[in-house]
């Protein structure tokens, strides 16, 4: 039953995608001032990265691509529970989530 789809998706295309979600990823780290978006922005890079990763592993047959993007996940989510507590903590604390106005580090 043909589908007018070829029959698999080329690695250029992983890589496309993974790339394209990197840049937006990059543009949302640069640009947005709001703490929030920033970690949005993190997420999104980092997510590229699993794309790139499980697409080599499946083109070249290794699990330990496989292996790498589980261990990413796992420090991915652990990033955001943790940067998401940060934000939470010094929203309460300064009421503004806005990147420039967060000088708690200065001496």
């Known amino acids: ?4 789809l070829p029959p698999y998706v080329p690695l250029h295309a992983y890589l496309v995608l993974a790339a394209v979600l990197f ?3 990059l543009f949302g780290v640069v640009t947005r001032r709001n703490t929030i978006g920033i970690l ?5 890079m ?11 592993a499946r083109f070249s047959g290794d ?5 790498f993007t589980l261990f990413t996940i796992s420090i991915t989510v652990a990033e955001v529970a ?3 507590a940060l934000v939470i903590l010094i929203f309460r604390v300064r009421r503004t989530a806005i990147a420039d106005h967060l000088d708690l580090l200065r001496g």
């Open 40 to 44: 949005l922005g993190i997420e999104l």
């Open 46 to 56: 980092l997510n590229s990265v699993n794309i790139n990763l499980v697409a080599f």
């Open 82 to 84: 943790l940067g998401l």
């Open 63 to 67: 699990v330990a691509g496989l292996v």
């Open 1 to 4: 039953m043909p589908t007018g």
């Open 23 to 25: 840049s937006i990823g």
